[in-house]
């Protein structure tokens, strides 16, 4: 089992940047490929990157190709997601997993975080 720790979450304002980390700890030798998802108030948690166990391959949601980017840091069994140029319907808790797969279209996941919030006022 992989657990995950989220940080990097707060309040801005449209137009400004976060970045997110993902710290992953335990069983990090079987986790392939990370991806974030988030959940916004009244809506079902969606898909926004992932990235393989290389960092060379990742898949974006449409609706933040070109703002974000997903990167690693095997090293220290981190994964980051630079949020470029937020926008309000950013707003949402987001979460990192994880899975065993090696694919970047792999959306069921083995293990969660706990999620941190990300505001973006108008």
């Known amino acids: 089992q992989v657990q995950l720790v989220e940080s990097g979450g707060g309040l801005v304002q449209a137009g400004d940047s976060l970045r997110l980390s993902c710290a992953a700890s335990?069983?990090?030798?079987?986790?392939?490929?990370v991806g974030w998802f988030r959940r916004a108030p009244g809506k079902e948690r969606e898909f926004v990157a992932s990235?393989?166990?290389?960092?060379?391959?990742?898949d974006y949601a449409d609706s933040v190709k070109g703002r974000f980017t997903i990167s690693r840091d095997n090293a220290k069994n981190t994964v980051y997601l630079q949020m470029n140029s937020l926008k309000p319907e950013d707003t949402a808790v987001y979460y990192c997993?994880?899975?065993?797969?090696?694919?970047?279209?792999?959306?069921?996941?083995?293990?969660w975080g706990q999620g941190t919030q990300v505001t973006v006022s108008a």
């Open positions: 335990g069983r990090t030798s079987s986790s392939g490929v």
């Open positions: 997993a994880a899975a065993r797969s090696p694919s970047v279209t792999q959306r069921v996941m083995d293990s």
């Open positions: 990235i393989s166990r290389s960092g060379l391959s990742t």
